[in-house]
Protein backbone atom coordinates (compact mmCIF):
# COMPACT_ATOMS: atom_id res chain seq x y z
CA UNK A 1 0.00 0.00 0.00
CA UNK A 2 2.83 2.05 0.46
CA UNK A 3 3.76 2.42 -2.72
CA UNK A 4 0.66 3.85 -4.45
CA UNK A 5 -0.70 5.80 -1.25
CA UNK A 6 1.21 8.22 0.80
CA UNK A 7 0.21 8.52 4.54
CA UNK A 8 -0.65 11.99 5.26
CA UNK A 9 -2.30 11.44 8.95
CA UNK A 10 -3.05 8.69 11.61
CA UNK A 11 -6.39 8.87 13.48
CA UNK A 12 -6.61 5.35 14.84
CA UNK A 13 -3.82 2.53 15.58
CA UNK A 14 -5.25 0.24 17.75
CA UNK A 15 -4.73 -3.76 17.37
CA UNK A 16 -7.69 -4.39 15.08
CA UNK A 17 -8.81 -1.05 14.15
CA UNK A 18 -6.83 1.27 11.83
CA UNK A 19 -8.11 4.80 10.42
CA UNK A 20 -5.79 6.96 8.02
CA UNK A 21 -5.65 9.69 5.64
CA UNK A 22 -3.68 8.09 2.31
CA UNK A 23 -3.06 10.16 -0.69
CA UNK A 24 -2.90 8.53 -4.18
CA UNK A 25 1.13 9.24 -5.55
CA UNK A 26 -0.73 9.29 -8.85
CA UNK A 27 -3.58 11.66 -8.78
CA UNK A 28 -3.06 13.19 -5.70
CA UNK A 29 -6.94 11.98 -4.51
CA UNK A 30 -7.44 11.71 -0.72
CA UNK A 31 -8.57 8.40 1.04
CA UNK A 32 -10.02 8.16 4.30
CA UNK A 33 -8.82 4.49 4.99
CA UNK A 34 -10.21 2.50 7.94
CA UNK A 35 -9.17 -1.09 8.72
CA UNK A 36 -11.73 -3.07 11.22
CA UNK A 37 -10.78 -6.49 11.90
CA UNK A 38 -13.53 -8.20 13.89
CA UNK A 39 -12.71 -10.59 16.83
CA UNK A 40 -13.68 -14.22 16.94
CA UNK A 41 -12.79 -15.82 19.27
CA UNK A 42 -14.56 -19.20 18.76
CA UNK A 43 -12.31 -20.05 15.65
CA UNK A 44 -9.80 -17.96 15.78
CA UNK A 45 -10.32 -16.46 11.86
CA UNK A 46 -11.27 -12.88 12.19
CA UNK A 47 -13.70 -11.01 9.69
CA UNK A 48 -11.89 -8.09 8.46
CA UNK A 49 -12.90 -5.33 6.31
CA UNK A 50 -10.79 -2.49 4.55
CA UNK A 51 -12.38 0.48 3.07
CA UNK A 52 -11.46 3.47 1.11
CA UNK A 53 -13.59 6.54 1.02
CA UNK A 54 -12.77 9.25 -1.63
CA UNK A 55 -12.61 12.45 0.70
CA UNK A 56 -11.90 15.78 -1.39
CA UNK A 57 -12.45 18.44 1.47
CA UNK A 58 -11.45 18.87 5.36
CA UNK A 59 -15.06 18.95 6.10
CA UNK A 60 -15.84 15.35 4.53
CA UNK A 61 -12.24 13.59 6.59
CA UNK A 62 -14.12 15.39 9.76
CA UNK A 63 -17.57 13.93 9.67
CA UNK A 64 -15.61 10.43 8.57
CA UNK A 65 -13.44 10.53 11.45
CA UNK A 66 -16.29 10.94 14.08
CA UNK A 67 -17.98 8.19 11.82
CA UNK A 68 -18.36 3.99 14.20
CA UNK A 69 -17.43 2.01 11.88
CA UNK A 70 -20.85 0.98 10.70
CA UNK A 71 -21.54 4.16 9.94
CA UNK A 72 -18.77 4.02 7.21
CA UNK A 73 -21.63 1.98 4.93
CA UNK A 74 -23.26 5.32 4.45
CA UNK A 75 -20.80 6.91 2.71
CA UNK A 76 -19.89 6.67 -1.30
CA UNK A 77 -18.27 5.85 -3.38
CA UNK A 78 -16.19 3.78 -1.32
CA UNK A 79 -13.77 0.78 -1.99
CA UNK A 80 -14.73 -2.21 0.62
CA UNK A 81 -12.08 -5.36 0.62
CA UNK A 82 -14.18 -7.45 3.13
CA UNK A 83 -13.41 -10.90 4.17
CA UNK A 84 -15.76 -12.85 6.38
CA UNK A 85 -15.62 -15.67 8.38
CA UNK A 86 -17.41 -17.48 5.84
CA UNK A 87 -15.04 -16.56 2.45
CA UNK A 88 -12.13 -18.32 1.35
CA UNK A 89 -11.02 -15.56 -0.25
CA UNK A 90 -11.54 -11.51 -0.01
CA UNK A 91 -13.46 -9.80 -2.43
CA UNK A 92 -12.95 -6.41 -3.01
CA UNK A 93 -15.19 -4.06 -5.18
CA UNK A 94 -16.96 -0.26 -5.02
CA UNK A 95 -20.16 0.82 -3.76
CA UNK A 96 -21.76 3.45 -5.39
CA UNK A 97 -20.12 3.77 -8.15
CA UNK A 98 -21.73 3.24 -11.90
CA UNK A 99 -19.75 1.07 -13.96
CA UNK A 100 -18.10 3.43 -16.89
CA UNK A 101 -17.97 6.21 -14.81
ZN1 LIG B 1 -5.12 7.95 -7.96
Do not use: N
Not at 10 to 26: G, I
Not at 62 to 79: G, M, T, V, Y
Request: charged share 30%.
Amino acid sequence: MKEKFELLETFVHESHWWRYLLQCRECGQRYFFEFYEEIDWDEGKDPQYATFIAVDTDEEIEILERALPFELLKFSPRLVRSFPRSAEKPTIGWVGIQPGQ
